[in-house]
């Protein structure tokens, strides 16, 4: 079975911190993808980040950033100098070979400006 | 414009009134899922479809049906809706898994169920 942990429920920081956003999951599948997607308080689902378990480079793209280790099944997000419209729930998933997606509870990120 | 669209958007009736929310994609995509978000628990799967007349159970597939007679449409059936299936609903669909499959997510239904 597959499982994705997302232990912070909130993280609420000042405008301009960095914030990293921890992400945990578990499957015996070797071949798999993981991702990541933003939540806004108008609440539809924006896609963020694909990675493939076999890619484990991290990658940038603009103040964003993806830490993916496969060695401690983490897919860690970072979001650099944040900016209130960064205030969103933010959810890591998980898909097997099963086409399931997988979603972790989902962190509540709050930008104070 | 490539979207899934989800019908009706916000829904208030009441115990054991069918009901049905439409979902249709104009991506060509052959895989359709319904889900819902409950506070604290994420989104959990109730249906999938890999295509045409192929559906399967998800996480929570109770008190819900699903059919796929067009590739584009796959519609979300609450034969008697309970006050337990109010919840934020989605659904999403993708090209195959093997393309990535990147799901693409409605703008989510909102019912409640009085």
Redesign the interface.
Known sequence: AQK?T?AQ?EISVVEKEDVTLDCVYETRDTTY?L?W?KQPPS???V?LI?R?SFDEQNEISGRYSWNFQKSTSSFNFTITASQVVDSAVY?C?L?V?D????????TTVTVRA | EAQVTQNPRYLITVTGKKLTVTCSQNMNHEYMSWYRQDPGLGLRQIYYSMNVEVTDKGDVPEGYKVSRKEKRNFPLILESPSPNQTSLYFCASSLSWAAGGTQHFGDGTRLSIL
């Open positions: 994705v997302q429920t993808y991702f997607y609440g539809e689902l896609f694909r493939n959810f998933a898909s070979r086409y399931k997606l997988s979603f972790g509870a989902g």
